[in-house]
T-cell receptor, first 119, second 116 residues
Framework: DAGVTQSPTHLIKTRGQHVTLRCSPISGHKSVSWYQQVLGQGPQFIFQYYEKEERGRGNFPDRFSARQFPNYSSELNVNALLLGDSALYLC??????????????????FGPGTRLTVL | AQKVTQAQTEISVVEKEDVTLDCVYETRDTTYYLFWYKQPPSGELVFLIRRNSFDEQNEISGRYSWNFQKSTSSFNFTITASQVVDSAVYFCALSEAGNAGNMLTFGGGTRLMVKP
């Protein structure tokens, strides 16, 4: 079975442009989360979508938006790109939207990421 | 609020040495999950282990071992007899079960360099 896929692999944009990143979850998974990893730092949570609804949002400006489609794939959109948006964008998929009580962690699986460079 | 601290930003060892990567976490939740991930230069996050807050048993997997201590809010990772292939950035992460979503909070990472 295919794992989480992301496209494109690499992307170069200039300041002020708009970018769309795409993620396809593992078949059967209904939740997609997005993370931003700036060089030299740990990944930071941006969004989570479950059943096409936003279930969580990190501390990111409104320039960042996302959506989930009926087939559970997702897009992350970033408007008015800044140099500081240069990062590896990671997508993670899971079956459910949340983890439950003991021994029922909702396992997340990460994709290979999209490396965005803003010049 | 949840927080993960990896105080060691970079560690350099010679092959076959043992090395311990430290992780300290903060959470108000009573049920939470702790993780270690490996990130090689390719960038993909490789899952290594998950521990539940209600299970403090230490775990060993080959050359890897993990020491979970709730009393000190630590979840340290030891590599025994390190190898060059262990060179990577290692992240500790935390997920609270009480989160509305499934958010992972990562530490800043520790870059491990194993020299031959």
């Amino acid at each position: 079975d295919a794992g989480v896929t992301q496209s494109p692999t690499h992307l170069i944009k200039t300041r002020g442009q708009h970018v769309t990143l795409r993620c396809s979850p593992i078949s059967g998974h209904k939740s997609v989360s997005w993370y931003q990893q700036v060089l030299g730092q740990g990944p930071q949570f941006i969004f989570q979508y479950y059943e096409k609804e936003e279930r969580g949002r990190g501390n990111f400006p409104d320039r960042f938006s996302a959506r989930q489609f009926p087939n559970y794939s997702s897009e992350l959109n970033v408007n008015a790109l800044l140099l500081g948006d240069s990062a590896l964008y990671l997508c993670a998929s899971s079956f459910r939207g949340t983890s439950g009580p003991r021994s029922s962690y909702n396992e997340q699986f990460f994709g290979p990421g999209t490396r965005l460079t803003v010049l | 609020a949840q927080k993960v601290t990896q105080a060691q930003t970079e560690i350099s060892v010679v092959e076959k040495e043992d090395v311990t990567l430290d992780c300290v976490y903060e959470t108000r939740d009573t049920t939470y999950y702790l993780f270690w991930y490996k990130q090689p230069p390719s960038g993909e996050l490789v899952f290594l282990i998950r521990r539940n807050s209600f299970d403090e048993q230490n775990e060993i997997s080959g050359r890897y071992s993990w020491n979970f201590q709730k009393s000190t809010s630590s979840f340290n990772f030891t590599i025994t007899a390190s190898q060059v292939v262990d060179s990577a950035v290692y992240f500790c992460a935390l997920s609270e079960a009480g989160n509305a979503g499934n958010m992972l909070t990562f530490g800043g990472g520790t870059r491990l360099m194993v020299k031959p």
